[in-house]
């Protein structure tokens, strides 16, 4: 009788669903928290060596290869239904991690091209084809390659590459399991399916959460806002000032609709698994509500656009067979729940806000022998092109700041004082809202990191120019200043420029234009 119970328990879906969660939030902590390398580690030019001295991750690297060795068939491809599909969406995914970080430009702040750790990266994608665990070490070398980005003071986000790494450990999470439990591929395709939606119905659940009232954020939040903002980043720059203004102001009018849209397809995430149609309607919504944020604010999801797509296309291909053991009524609910634990074990980024009229950013201007001036684009500072789109670098302004990046505000409060106000009301405001972030310590550290960036990549200003002609799209797009280094590379000194904006739904004014940083060169 226990002998029966055991196997029922080992053979029992729900369990194996119940096992996957957990596992998975584990794995997440292992492969980005808990074993990061030290910034001394990333001034070598081989990282993998860098890892090899790594107890944390060799330990990982031993516990996978256990694994692997003497679970080989157990886990392999051959040994799940419809293994050869699944075998082909996670090569993919692979590869597009592989690209977007092989790709990526030469370390001018550690002066390291990294060429071996980028040629791994793509054996891993291909060694995943032969074995599923081969996914641990890509996760383990990816994941390390990526925090280079971390150093010296940035943050580097993972928000646009988190779909896909979550796939990927959820795969590795039921990988594992599978040397113990007798685990059916319908469990995994729960898993992955509900974990993505779960990212869009956190999101659509933050924004309810922002205001008062649940409908607050519908009918307040303003897209128009955002455009003007994204606008003054260097989306769509090459347009004047007038037909981008013009631009905005039909936007308002069309503000309300294109929010209750936005929160429709994020809360119905919740309903993935509602039937084979309804998931290929949602991962299709998905798809086009970021080709929308894309058009009004140059922000592209295009990895999440391409695993929903892709994820679309298993469930096309899929057999009969295995899509019937897959929409029952109640895996229905099953999912349902996974979503919503999802705002435990996902620890999804809530990406709610209101978009204000308020904006701030900084600017770069690389001063030659001449003086004369040129202004930058955020790519330019590649591989760091990421952190200088999101431009956070509050830390070098002395005043209180109203808004974050885009002009983004996480208080209705402040959001709702914005909008009645003019620019005149702006110093009031600060005094009663504003938040200082100035970190002496973190600018002399940027400063440092300016001066070590630009100096040695006037010794050689591309040298991976190849890599660059394959590289793939940036996650926010912008077409304002020089992308490449300036003919001649006489580059004496690096200005940073603070910019305070507000738009009043009609007219953009220019609140503050202040230099923040200056870095001689010479």
Known sequence: ?????LESFRRSDLVHVALCLPTYTLLMYLYFIAFRLDESAYASPLILAEISKSPGHVLLLLGNLAVLIFAFERTGW????????????TLFVAAVLAWRFSCIGYNFYFDQAYLVDRAMLVVLVALIWIHPLFVAFFLILCVTFAWQLEFPVFHYSFTDKRALFDYLVMLNAFTLLRTVFRMRTQV???????????????????KLLLGPDLYSWILENSISNLFVSSYQNGWLAFLP??????????????????????????LGAIFILFGKRISLFLLAAFFLMHLGIMAASGIFFWKWMLLGGA???????????????????????????????????????????????????????????????TKVRRNFFAPYDLPFAQNRFYFLSQESLLANTYGSVFSAEVFQALEKAGPSDVEALRRRFGTLHYDGEAKARF????????????????????????????????????????????????????????????????????????????
């Open 188 to 206: 995994f395709l729960l898993v992955a399916l509900s974990s993505f939606a779960a990212a869009y119905f956190v999101a659509g659940t933050s």
């Open 311 to 373: 994820l679309a296309l298993l469930l096309v291909r899929l057999p009969d067979d295995l899509m019937a053991g897959l929409y029952t009524a109640r895996n229905r609910y099953v999912s349902v729940v996974v979503v919503l634990l999802s705002f435990g074990y996902l620890n999804a980024v809530p990406l709610g806000w209101y978009d204000s009229r308020i904006n701030n950013f900084y600017s770069f201007d690389l001063v030659d022998s001449d003086g004369e001036r």
């Open 78 to 89: 051959k040994s799940l239904e419809a293994g050869r599909y699944l075998r082909l969406l």
């Open 241 to 266: 000032e007038r037909h981008a203004l013009g631009v905005a102001t039909q936007l308002a009018r069309v503000d309300v609709p294109l929010a209750l849209v936005s929160i429709a397809i994020e």
């Open 1 to 5: 009788m226990r002998a029966e119970l």
């Open 447 to 522: 400063g440092d990191f300016l001066r070590v960036y630009l100096k040695n990549r006037r010794q050689d200003p591309e040298p991976l120019w190849l890599l660059d002609l394959i590289s793939p799209p940036h996650h926010i797009l912008g077409f304002d200043g020089l992308a490449f280094f300036p003919e001649g590379g006489r580059i004496e000194e690096v200005e940073v420029v603070f910019h305070e904006t507000f738009y009043d739904g009609e007219v953009l004014h220019q609140l503050r234009n202040e230099r923040t940083l200056e870095i001689d060169l010479r």
